[in-house]
């Protein structure tokens, strides 16, 4: 999508080691007529395969996720993170290593809240290596829901995460795949 | 605001020792239509404040949050909590005890994203102790912004952060006041 590629581009900052900061626009300030616009497009991507829910993961994707989710008319709900209070039997739950900050850790999300009767869209702002990814597509399984596909804004095409989801049959739209990032800043695109 | 009474009265969930859930529709599951009207009257109500950025904190303010920016057009910014790897004089930093879950944490937003050109409209679910508000326009204060005031989904009126806050001179607009809730499940609103 050119005009995410055009933002990345102009506010985007890379950092040595494969780090993309985006916090002015997408996951610590979140520009909102931008995002909206992200949204649409999720929307023309999705709209035909009848989603009655948006699933996200806290923090980063649940303002995304629900302005996506205004164009679908639909519910979001969000997996939580470390809610170890919960008694077992009342949630799904899936283990997400995050190998930013080195850790690994549980996803919860209510069995209230996600059921057979859910044709799921999952929405993420980042695709890396696939974990946190690989982890709400668990929770959407254990429930006996029914998945669309994944909704990406940015997708690390140099790290595994795209091409190991894709290989299972998912469905994964990504609106940007960076395909390389030089320690100098230079970012290339798939095309 | 009478739909969102209603809203609580027919899918909030009441626990002894004053436990409101609502998780239904605010909080682990967004019902989006829904807050999208919740947007619409925190527009109503601010909308002559030159308001040009929305703060919140992570993780449940923030779908709410970007539903109402959406209609004053600005974006959101969320404060973090627990980012300790953030070096000091990059970020905006503020205390904040959970009574809930009995601990002390930090949250931080970075300065990049608030400064003394902005009108800040602070929106959030729930104000009890206001100890969450109180860490976020200390925020605000600290970075030179003006304070337009703040927009809460539901305020206990029974604890004592919405009356603290308002006597400092800040506009605390909450859209439902719970001034009791039973243990056997009774809500009463103040009118």
Sequence with gaps: MKLLEDKILTDGQVYPGGVLKVGSFL????????????????????KDEGVNKILTIEASGIGIACLVAQNFNV????????????????????????????REYDIIVSK??????????????????????????KLVEDSGAKLAGCGIVIEKGFQPGGDMIRKTGVRVESLAIIDDMTDDGQITFRS
């Design 27 to 46: 996951n610590h300030q979140i520009d909102v007529p931008f995002v909206n616009e992200l949204g649409k497009e999720f929307y023309r991507l999705y």
């Design 75 to 102: 519910p979001v709900v969000f997996a939580k993170k470390n809610q170890t209070k919960n008694i077992a039997g009342e949630v799904y739950t899936s283990k997400v290593v995050s190998f930013t900050h080195g």
């Design 112 to 137: 209230e809240f996600l059921g057979p009767d859910d044709k799921v869209l999952i929405i993420d702002d980042f695709l890396a290596n696939g974990s946190a990814l690989q982890g709400l597509i």
